[in-house]
């Protein structure tokens, strides 16, 4: 039977006492928040201690913090959040970093740790331009070879900066500046008394 979050996060603060910045418990899950220049430690530690056996990396993900809370964000902005699940104990945990350098966002990688996390990185690399380094095989795995810039940034425009096209008279793709005009889009909201009623 898994254990209780409560119980879970005790035995997590008893392994790993003071490299842990952060915990809350919400809606049953736990997460914990580390120091960067702990990261590699906290995660070989969490696969490694027979109590917690956190065996499997479940999910990797970047975020950007830069417009969180409509901009009144005043911490660092780029994090990692990692999800780790027990198979042999039936839990779960998520633990959150943040980059040290908000102009070039690194970190250590964990493909020593679970091999499968190679391409989470590599997804995080591409979308918001997080660094991890010694990753084997760190490129972009979403986007085009030519891309430039992170889409996943708050600050990428959504329309981005070019668009691509086959030419049928140069028989090739070519690569162009963009056509649309870039716009807001507010939905129609009605708030009339008298809508929906009789004429």
Same mark, same amino acid.
């Given at each position: 039977?898994p254990?209780?979050?409560?119980i879970?996060?005790?035995r997590i603060e ?32 969490l ?5 917690l056996?956190f ?8 975020v950007?913090?830069?417009a ?12 990692v ?13 998520? !633990?959150?970093?943040?980059? *040290? ?9 964990? @493909?020593? %740790?679970w =091999?499968? $996390? ?29 891309f ?13 900066h !070019?668009?691509?096209?086959? *030419? ?9 500046? @963009?056509? %649309?005009? =870039?716009? $807001? ?15």
């Amino acid at each position: 039977m898994p254990l209780t979050p409560e119980i879970l996060l005790e035995r997590i603060e008893e392994t790993l006492g003071d490299k842990i910045l952060t915990q809350k418990i919400t809606q049953g899950q736990i997460t914990i928040e580390v120091p960067v220049a702990d990261w590699l430690y906290v995660c070989k530690t969490l696969r490694d201690t027979p109590k917690l056996a956190f065996d499997l990396m479940v999910d990797l993900c970047g975020v950007d913090y830069s417009a969180y809370q409509d901009g009144a964000w005043e911490g660092r902005r780029y994090a990692v959040v990692l999800h780790l699940l027990s198979i042999q104990r039936n839990h779960r945990v998520r !633990v959150r970093t943040f980059c *040290d350098d908000d102009e070039l966002p690194i970190l250590p990688s964990l @493909v020593e %740790i679970w =091999p499968g $996390v190679n391409w989470f990185e590599r997804e995080a690399f591409d979308l918001f331009g997080i660094v991890f380094d010694g990753h084997p095989d760190l490129r972009r795995i979403l986007t085009d070879y030519g891309f430039i810039g992170h889409p996943f940034r708050k600050d990428f425009p959504v329309s981005g900066h !070019v668009e691509m096209r086959y *030419d049928p008279e140069l028989k090739r793709v070519v690569y162009q500046p @963009v056509s %649309i005009d =870039p716009r $807001v889009i507010t939905p129609r909201i009605v708030r009339e008394d008298n809508y929906g009623a009789a004429p």
